[in-house]
């Protein structure tokens, strides 16, 4: 019997060679098989070409458009194309070309490979056959209608190129690049807009024209699964009832991801009215087999938008050219049958349940685009959902009623429950849907809120809330809410025992003016608190914290006339005070080091006086907690406890009240300290010892090393390991 190798073998199950090819080599190595033989090379073109990233790439700075070789590559091979994704310059510019191969009427024959292809899966006489029905059907989907803007006559160069008709999977991002980018650098970033693309395409500065041609490749794909759209300008109902039948049309969509720029009031000035109904537009728009939704609104506000919608602009003040007067399609159909052409009402063109939809997102939506029977009528489509973004909602009679009935009634399965806005009508919402939602269910609990305060809404509730879902909660964000106090926090610390995050955090914004006023403090565990008993969340990788610490007498000692512990001469002598708070400081830290599987850690110390009559002190950053960062001299007496951490192997990124420039951290971090950190904390990458430190961004090691030859040397031993140490929270 003949012995056969392994690569024979290996070559007689295609299914395993295209499986290896589309999932496990990259282009370059794909490229090299490819030229191994005829066979080879009919099997695994179509993974070459299964996607295409038509832009510059930063690593190799190279554009496809720019190279007429790729481009006939591309045009031989534009059937295997199933996933495209194009910046805004190359979607009009290969919209543009793909006009360009139509007004040349010639069809470009896709021949097989040269050589024998009696071997492979598809015979040439089939391959034939699917090569007219693929061009027939090409040519149905590609037809221009009345609402297409026009070809750009401004573009010099273009290369005729087929219009992709089997794509299951499309990202544009339409956003103008703002340095540092890899289409232009800091040199020309002054130049004018079309000087700065690798090839000019003036028809780009008008949003409504980009955005017929992306409704025009939306019409012309109807098999895409995935769909992402990125920094689209929507300025009208018009251009709402575009993008919506275009969706609609995808019918096996499974994935939409949205991000929208709606024009702003000021600067069209327009009421925003004229854009509503966009979040209803689009969510109705979608295929009953659509699995996940998100849709991201934004305002205009961007500065270069100032300049490259010049063009945007001069048409708003002229009369509409004759394809932005028209919305109807092809076949007469205006959507949904009977909606007039100057009706200015949002059509609802699906009415069947989305019976896959697992996960909704509605994120940074306005107050009054949706109204509590809107969002109701949109949840009554979604019986399976598992994760909701609950947007700003206007008109709610009875949150807690309507909270009730989302948890019980609309989507009993939820998991996942977010809040979806810095501001907005009831913010409490999110708050009774967890309360609402039957008890161990919930994983995920996300709110995000600009310093707000909920009527009706105590501790005692939000700890009760938080102890029914203890078995199941792995994360927990709660940032800008004033109703989580001290414990709140505790509530979580002890009895969430599956926790794997949790932030408690003031926000983005900071604090308001009159915080130092504010007694007690929220958003921060009160160390008597953090300390009171042990904590249950021992599975914690990423924790996020405020403590709160009385300021007599460690914080105040200059204030009362005392020198600081740490510039005591030996040995160190402690007041009975100082002593009782570095034992519950000893507590807090034995709390932290016990956390072994922490990867994350900020913990942020602000002081404040007992009785109420100081500020408090929330400069977290410029704090210290005390002896948390240096060892306990054994000659002085000094306490320290930095030893207590040492089970934090596993931590990747230390923040919050670190900094190694304040009084206290630049006495008593030494050479001693830093070794300790190399042996106990191996995984380290980013600590925040240096982050105000002034140093430029390409010379922050050598800064480290000229003002700290302790913290120099840790950065050396990383680097002989080939480990990256960010010290002062750049990255």
Not at 362 to 367: G, I
Not at 420 to 442: C, K
Request: hydrophobic share 35%; with cysteine; aromatic share 10%.
């Amino acid at each position: 019997m003949q012995s056969t190798s392994a690569t024979t073998r290996f070559l007689e199950v295609p299914e395993l060679v295209v499986y290896l090819a589309h999932n496990h080599l990259d282009n370059k190595s794909l490229a090299c098989l490819l030229r191994t033989n005829r066979y080879i090379y009919a099997l695994c073109i179509p993974a070459l070409y299964y996607y295409i990233h038509a832009g510059q790439k930063k690593e190799k700075n190279k554009n496809l458009f720019t190279s007429k070789k790729a481009i006939r590559a591309l045009v031989r091979n534009v059937d295997f194309v199933r996933h495209l994704e194009l910046g805004l310059f190359e979607m009009v510019y290969y919209v543009n070309c793909v006009f360009d191969y139509q007004d040349q009427s010639s069809t470009l024959q896709l021949e097989p490979p040269p050589g024998p292809v009696d071997e492979v899966v598809v015979v040439r006489g089939e391959r034939g056959t699917q090569e007219a029905q693929g061009e027939e059907e090409r040519m149905r989907l590609s037809r221009r209608p009345r609402w297409l803007a026009p070809p750009d006559p401004q573009i010099r160069t273009l290369y005729p190129i087929p219009l992709m008709t089997l794509l299951t999977k499309l990202d544009l991002h339409l956003g103008f690049p703002t340095p540092p980018s890899p289409y232009y650098s800091f040199d020309n970033y002054n130049l004018s807009v079309s000087d700065r693309r690798p090839y000019p395409v003036p028809s780009s500065e008008d949003p409504r024209a980009t955005l017929t041609l992306i409704c025009w490749l939306l019409d012309s794909n109807p098999h895409l699964l995935d769909l992402r759209l990125t920094s689209l300008v929507i300025k009208d109902r018009r251009d709402i009832r575009l993008l919506s039948r275009a969706v609609f049309g995808l019918k096996r969509l499974q994935e939409a991801k949205f991000e929208i720029i709606r024009w702003n009031i000021d600067r069209a000035g327009k009421d925003l009215e004229a854009t509503r109904g966009l979040a209803l537009a689009m969510f109705f728009a979608c295929s009953p087999a659509l699995r996940r939704f998100y849709l991201e609104v934004k305002e205009e506000d961007a500065d270069l938008w100032d300049e490259v919608t010049e063009e945007y602009r001069k048409n708003r003040q002229e009369q509409p050219l004759s394809w932005e007067m028209s919305e109807d399609n092809d076949d007469g159909d205006d959507g949904n049958g009977h909606e007039k052409k100057d009706e200015l009402t949002i059509p609802r063109l699906r009415k069947e349940p989305m019976e896959h939809l697992t996960s909704l997102q509605l994120r940074h939506l306005k107050t009054q685009d949706l109204s509590g029977a809107e969002f109701r009528s949109m949840l009554e489509h979604c019986p399976n959902l598992t994760t909701i973004l609950v947007p700003p909602i206007h008109s709610i009679q009875h949150p807690q009623q309507l909270a009730q009935e989302i948890a019980q009634r609309l989507c009993p399965k939820l998991t996942i429950v977010k809040k979806g806005s810095f501001y907005g009508a009831d913010i409490g919402l999110v708050f009774r849907i967890l309360e609402a939602l039957p008890a161990h269910q919930v994983q995920r609990y996300l709110f995000s809120g600009w310093w707000s305060l909920i009527p009706g809404l105590t501790s005692d509730d939000i700890g009760s809330m938080f102890r029914r879902q203890s078995a199941t909660l792995c994360e927990i964000e709660l940032v800008g809410c004033r109703n989580i106090d001290s414990k709140a926090i505790q509530t979580i610390l002890v009895e969430c025992w599956a926790l794997e995050r949790l932030q408690v955090d003031i926000g983005a914004w900071g604090l308001p003016d009159n915080y130092q006023q504010q007694q007690p403090q929220p958003l921060c565990i009160n160390l008597e608190d953090a300390i009171e008993y042990p904590w249950g969340c021992t599975r914690i990788q990423d924790l996020d914290l405020m403590i709160a610490i009385p300021d007599e007498p460690l914080h105040r000692s200059k204030e009362m006339g005392l020198v600081p512990y740490y510039n005591r001469p030996p040995p160190t002598t402690l007041s009975p005070a100082e002593t009782a708070q570095f034992q519950s400081l000893e507590a807090l830290y034995r709390q932290i080091g016990a956390l072994i599987g922490l990867e994350r850690l900020t913990l942020k110390a602000v002081y404040y006086g007992l009785a109420g009559l100081r500020p408090a002190d929330t400069n977290f950053e410029w704090n210290s907690f005390p002896g948390m960062l240096n060892l306990k001299n054994e000659e002085t007496g000094r306490p320290g406890y930095l030893q207590l951490l040492g089970g934090l192997t596993k931590l990747k990124r230390l923040s919050g009240s670190v900094s190694a420039m304040t009084e206290e951290t630049k006495a008593t971090i030494g050479m001693d300290e830093v070794v300790w950190m190399e042996n106990y904390w191996p995984a380290l990458e980013r600590a925040e010892f240096f982050k105000f430190s002034g140093a430029p961004w390409s010379k922050e090691d050598d800064f480290i090393k000229m003002i700290s030859k302790h913290f120099g040397w840790l950065l050396e031993q990383r680097q002989k390991r080939g480990r990256a140490l960010d010290l002062c929270g750049l990255y």
